[in-house]
């Protein structure tokens, strides 16, 4: 589990622009006419047209893609009653969730009112602006008011996530568990330890799924909520029983099916879990400590069913899954309210989800292979990219066919792509490649053990659990430079291959390295003085298996380091080259470029190579290349020069590959400009198609492509260069790596030794 401490949190809302979120323009207003249009005297067109249909709103502004997350501060996470103001980074955490998986605008609003009938008076004169409200941080009893009031009084969709989002997913992975456990909904004895407003929601959905009130139990701070309990509320009234043998959880919970924990930490025991029935359901929801730990839960039987709210166990009840997706179908049909068959549309759609095949994206992400429904999978995980489809598609079709749409889609297809397309990439690329590479993580040799940017980033990797780093450099020195930036070295390994302790290992890189390249005229008194290089040692711990992966690059110079890789590692054998290659992840979305480092002047063959590899990379992205090789001129327009050179490379790919989708030579523009392209040029095998894979003529070109896009787009996310080509999982950085960029390239390192791993014991 990454460890958060104040420090980094403080840094990360303090960094660069302070906060999480922004307000950017969608229209152009870089001339006098677009500023015309987008105020004075323009403006005034849509103000008359709305006023006559005001569902026009909808046509001409972001109303139908913005969201309010209101809160008064009152129940901030488990900080309780702070005040509207301390809970703003919630919500503009909130909004951002919205964004990266829903596509959603948000204005966060901190409401500095208490009193229920103020609240909602403030929230009805501000919900013109918007297409939803996501009430959030209101303490109960007060949210259940404020919610019901406010979906009376208003025309757009409301929800308190607090409630509704954690009972909609919990409600999706108890209808799955249940199926795994063998039991039928309508029988089965459920307890609720906790009575707040998300206990009294998720219990609320339980039963419109079918569960019965008799057979639910529900304690709060005081123990189980009885009937004959005085100035009870009407939500406890609701789920309070008439049995007078129950007082405790150990009472209530013997006997028990399902137990849905939304309280706090460690209040449940392994002996309480064993007196359960069989097959129990345990919804161990407090955050971020369970009422009881999946360790102790798996210990204290066998047939344990296991739900966290934690991202590190099978099963977690992710609110994330849920929220943006709903809000998304909603605000799609301009619906005016959220209501009971939307939510129970979501949660139907959530758990048929868990019951398809998992997408590889998904294995990856959690270093699985066989992903599959069953006790360990019962709950889509966050990552997976179908939820916005699933599920906003199912809201959208509840709200439609409920009556509450104010728009109908009839192309559901058209619909689901327009999602996927509007969604992008986004920082979702990063995060993808940092969970695969949790799932196995791999030992990872950093060669500039000791230059800061080096040093955090396998720090951070550490944290993060993205490898097992090991540095090279002398131990001391190491521990110097770490004190010097407060960083914990504990658990990363500390090599000085230099030490007179390491002569045995240098010894036997040496033989391992004169032996492999006797017919290049090595002799081991050479191989053992290279031994001493950081390069070479380093690459031969990953050429002998002692380490997984190597990375370098901050120090060393590229000539060098290219050199020291094709002695050491090797180039594959179905190949005469090795490459790399850049990712950049833009707002018009991600590009794959290459060669950007290896490669100064390819000749036909080479650009051949530098093609095959490519495509495959980018496959092992699970992308299918689109490919453009770039030129300056258009498909023979140039007859002599890197123009030549390109054309014949891409005639031999297509006669070779007649599957490959890749054309050329063609310049950027016409690369990137379907249109522009498919009228010019409509023979190409690229028509129809948005290039997302540029193979440049050299690396002179390459380089200076994604450097000028890197600066003259400070958004746009870079990943490289990954390596492509080599026997074993080298990679390079550049000398201006940031600590993100080489976190990024550990990612890809670890993947790609994993993968490397599979492959190799595929062929034994």
Known sequence: MVKITKESALHYHQSGRPGKIEVK??????????????????????????????DDVYKYTDKGNLVAVISNGTAVLGLGDIGAMSGKPVMEGKGLLFKIYGGIDVFDIEVAEKDPEKFCETVEKIAPT???????????????????RLKRTLDIPVMHDDQHGTAIISAAGLKNALEVAGKDIDKVKIVVNGAGAAAISCTKL????????????MLDSKGVITADRPNLTEQKKMFATTRTDVHTLEEAINGADVFVGLSKGNVLSQAMIRSMAENPIVFALANPVPEISYED??????????????????????????????????????????????????????????????PDIVNEV????????????????????RLITEVSAAVAKAAIESGVARKTITDWDAYKKNLMVLLGQETKLTRNLHNTARMHPQRIVFAEGAHPSMMKAAVQAKTEGICFPILLGNPDRLRRVAE??????????LIDMRADQEQGRRATYAKHLAKKRARQGYTFEEAYDKMYERN??????????????????????????????????????????????????????????????INRHPDKSVLVDIAKLTAHTVKFFNEEPRMAMISYSNFGTDEVGSPVCVHEAVEQLQNQYPDLIIDGEMQVNFALNKELRDDKYPFTRLKGKDVNTLVFPNMSSAQASYKLLQAIDPDAEIIGPIQMGLNKPIH???????????????????????VDKIKKQDTI
């Open 130 to 148: 918007f297409g939803g409200i996501n009430l959030e941080d209101i303490k109960a009893p007060e949210c259940f008011y404020i919610e019901e």
């Open 732 to 754: 390079f950085t550049d000398f201006e790596s940031s600590v993100r960029d080489i976190v990024n390239i550990t990612a890809v390192a670890a993947i790609d030794a994993y």
């Open 484 to 493: 010097r930036l407060k960083l914990n070295l504990d658990g990363i390994e």
């Open 536 to 597: 070479y040692f380093g690459m031969m711990m990953v050429e002998t298996g002692d380490a997984d992966a190597f990375i370098t690059g901050l120090y060393t110079k590229y000539s060098n380091t290219i050199k020291v890789a094709k002695e050491v590692i090797g180039i594959r054998k179905e190949y005469n080259t090795f490459a790399t290659m850049h990712i950049l992840n833009t707002s018009k979305g991600v590009f794959y470029l290459a060669d950007t480092l």
């Open 297 to 358: 839960a798996m210990a204290s039987r066998p047939d344990v069913l296991m739900s966290t709210g934690r991202s590190d166990y099978p099963n977690q009840i992710n609110n994330v899954i849920g929220f943006p997706y709903i809000f998304r179908g909603a605000l799609d049909v301009h619906a005016k309210a959220i209501n009971e068959e939307m939510k129970m549309a979501a949660v139907h759609a959530i758990a048929d989800l868990a019951k398809q095949p998992v």
């Open 25 to 54: 323009p969608t229209k152009p207003y870089q001339t006098q006419t677009d500023l015309s249009l987008a105020y004075s005297p323009g403006v005034a067109f849509p103000c008359l047209e709305i006023q006559q249909n005001a």
């Open 366 to 385: 959690y270093h699985v292979n066989d992903l599959a429904f069953g006790p360990k999978y019962f709950i889509p995980k966050p990552v997976d990219p």
């Open 206 to 217: 339980y039963v419109a799924l079918g569960a019965k009130v008799e057979n639910i139990i």
